[in-house]
């Protein structure tokens, strides 16, 4: 009767999670195995017993009537497995290194003899994975972080995989932009997938910005991850979303010992050659060799270990911590070119003959100024916006270098970067039964953009730049619970937040050019805080990109800005795994098969949407 009734609830659990949205992802592995005697028969009730090292955490189990055994949601990290059985030597295995999403096999052929008597065998280094056959890549915490990454981002590595190829920028960095102006997206294409078809977890929870699939929420400090696999082809069906590939993160976690670390990375443009074209600008401007101001500035700490009070809470191996603190300051100097008007056509006189009017064809409708000649000398007023432009913008721009092609140059458009990152997690331990952790993690990102975000803007100083916020949020937690020794639980729940909140600070704010937006009538009501745009035909014209908000919420939120409500998206994950067994009525009881089973209930999702947020005119935060 009770088996029935399990089956009966397997079955409509598994029907309530086929008409819900799938999230689930593996952030721990699994040890499994067969024990035998010497001839290969099976030892039935052999006690195993798996430890974890790093913390001092142990789990016993017993195999079945089969000789099997299963310990799964385990952490990754570094395990001793001891097995015993009366009349047997006790067989350890040390060195054992799980990582995430791992099916480790051990099936060790117990020797007879006495259980005071051990055999120790340690690991191999080289861990073959014969339980699954998904294409992976393993990425560990020490090639994280010792191999030589540009801007410390841990995206880089995922091309050590077999079947990814990179339509990243070489300058791949945290963010929507780049320090050097450019779009800062995750192109890469695994197994000849799309780009924008990857899926992007920490621990779980879900870190990609839905609006376009090729940014991401958070960038955790290549000193914070523990490790990351990346999944090319046939995973398992806890993995969903994406049709391309899987890239699971797993942070650090504090273990039974303290340990930390501190860096910083440094770089100057003191130590810095000078770039061709820009001394060929300077010298031909009669100015110094000098390479464009340069600040990098990476640096951090992180802490790990027990949470241990002397005298209050004197417990190693239960609470354990790990924080990650990282600072950047990055100012960057780009060349650009742009054809500004000399100081005599700021003033009306033009180098060449000016149509005041219309052209058609070749012909001036209206007057035209020789050159040379003040335009206001041929009493022909100047037309009252081109007039507020000329004053709000263009007299304020510096001088061409050449005042024959107007060309302006120089390494003077200045980037700005900067980062705060906190994570934290805990884990703690009640008992074998019994672990849940927590983990938080944020980052701020504000930038600034001297050619608007996305690189929309003009080359004319202090004409398009913008100033950027692309915070992003992470919550995750999850509990494991041993209901019985084949019954496992494991509950979990995840928040993701990501957007990009940018304004106008350069002078196509109405605010900055309040000459020009009274002079301004347009068919239509204006909802940006941005004067229009112009082109002008052989010089640079004023344009710029935004206000534009964008945001990515996995749970209800409101804006900060606006107090907007955003829809939801994401939700928790209940899992329950069973191993049970199929008796045929006819023959003695005997376990015909092993089969684990993994149910998630789900939170219901909406759809995202990405909510667009506009100012009122003249607003610019």
């Known amino acids: ?34 024990v035998k005697d010497p001839s290969g028969a099976s030892i039935s009730n052999a006690k195993v017993t798996i430890t974890n090292t790093d913390k001092n955490v142990v789990k016993t189990l017993t195999t079945d009537s089969s000789g099997s055994y299963v310990a799964t949601l385990l952490p990754i990290g570094h395990y001793q497995v001891t097995i015993e059985a009366p009349g047997f030597e006790k067989s350890i295995t ?33 861990q073959v994975d014969s339980e699954s056959s998904q294409a992976q890549q393993l990425i560990s915490g020490t090639e994280v972080r010792e191999l030589s990454l540009n801007n410390r981002v841990f995206e880089q590595l995922i091309t050590l995989s077999p079947g990814v190829s990179s339509g990243a920028g070489d300058q791949l960095y ?41 940014t991401l929420l958070n960038y955790p400090s290549v000193d914070a991850i523990a490790e990351f696999k990346v999944l090319r082809s046939q995973y398992n069906p806890e993995y969903g979303r994406a049709g ?17 670390s501190a860096y910083e990375f440094w770089r100057n443009n003191i130590l810095n050659a000078n770039r061709y074209l820009d001394k060929r600008s300077q010298l031909a401007a009669g100015k110094a060799n000098q390479p464009s101001k340069l600040r990098y500035n990476n640096w951090g700490f992180t802490v790990g ?64 100024a020789p050159a040379g000649t003040p335009v206001t000398s041929l009493g022909v ?28 140059g120089l390494p003077s458009f200045r980037n700005q970067f900067n980062n705060w990152q906190n994570l934290i997690r805990i884990d703690h331990i009640f008992g074998p039964r019994l672990t849940i952790y927590g983990r938080y993690l944020h980052d701020t990102i504000p930038t600034v953009e001297p050619f608007s975000l996305f690189s929309s ?20 937690g999850r509990a494991i619970a041993t209901i019985t020794p084949t019954t496992l639980l494991e509950v979990g729940y995840s928040y993701s937040y990501g957007a990009i909140v940018s304004r106008i600070s350069g002078l196509m704010n109405p605010l900055n050019s309040p000459d020009v937006d009274p002079t301004i009538t347009l068919p239509y009501t204006r909802t940006l805080a941005r004067i229009p745009t112009i082109n002008i035909t052989g010089y640079t014209g004023a344009a710029a990109f935004g206000p534009y908000d964008d945001f990515n919420i996995a749970s209800p939120a409101r804006s900060p800005k606006s107090g907007v409500a955003i829809p939801s998206r994401g939700g928790s994950l209940i899992t329950a795994i069973r191993r049970w067994r199929m008796l045929p009525v006819t023959t003695p009881e005997r376990l015909i098969s092993t089969v ?26």
């Open 244 to 260: 391309g590939g899987q890239v699971n993160v797993v942070t650090r976690s504090g273990t039974s010992n303290l340990h930390g």
């Open 457 to 476: 803007g003009v080359p004319a100083p202090g004409v398009s730049t913008t100033e950027t916020k692309s915070p992003g949020t992470t919550w995750a």
């Open 305 to 368: 270990g027990p949470v241990y009070i002397p005298g209050i809470y004197e417990q190693k191996n239960k609470t354990f911590f790990f924080a990650s603190e990282e600072w950047r300051r990055v100012i960057t100097n780009v060349s650009n070119t742009g054809f500004l008007p000399t100081p005599a056509e700021k003033g009306g006189v033009m180098l060449y003959d000016t149509c005041i009017g219309t052209v058609s064809g070749a012909a001036c409708t209206g007057t035209v």
């Open 1 to 34: 009767m009770r088996s029935s009734k399990l089956v009966l609830l397997a079955t409509m659990m598994t029907l309530l999670v086929l008409a819900m949205p799938l999230w689930a992802q593996v952030v721990t592995g699994t040890i499994t195995g067969t």
């Open 381 to 408: 007023p100047l037309a009252t916006p081109a007039a507020a432009y000329l004053k709000d913008i263009y007299a304020g721009l510096p001088n061409p270098d050449d005042p024959i092609t107007h060309s302006y």
């Open 94 to 126: 040390s060195g054992i290194e799980l990582h995430v999403s791992d099916r480790f096999n051990l099936s060790p052929q117990l020797k007879l003899g006495s259980s005071e008597q051990a055999v120790e065998v340690k690991a191999d280094a080289v």
């Open 174 to 214: 945290i963010g929507t932009t780049n320090p050097y102006g450019y779009v800062n997206r995750a192109d890469f294409a695994i197994n000849g997938a799309r780009t924008t078809m990857n899926n992007w977890t920490i621990d779980g929870a879900d870190n990609v910005d839905r609006g376009a699939n090729l």
């Open 596 to 621: 684990p089973v993994r149910f998630i209930l789900l939170a219901p999702q909406q759809p995202r949407r990405t909510a667009s947020m506009q100012p009122k005119p003249g607003q610019t935060s």
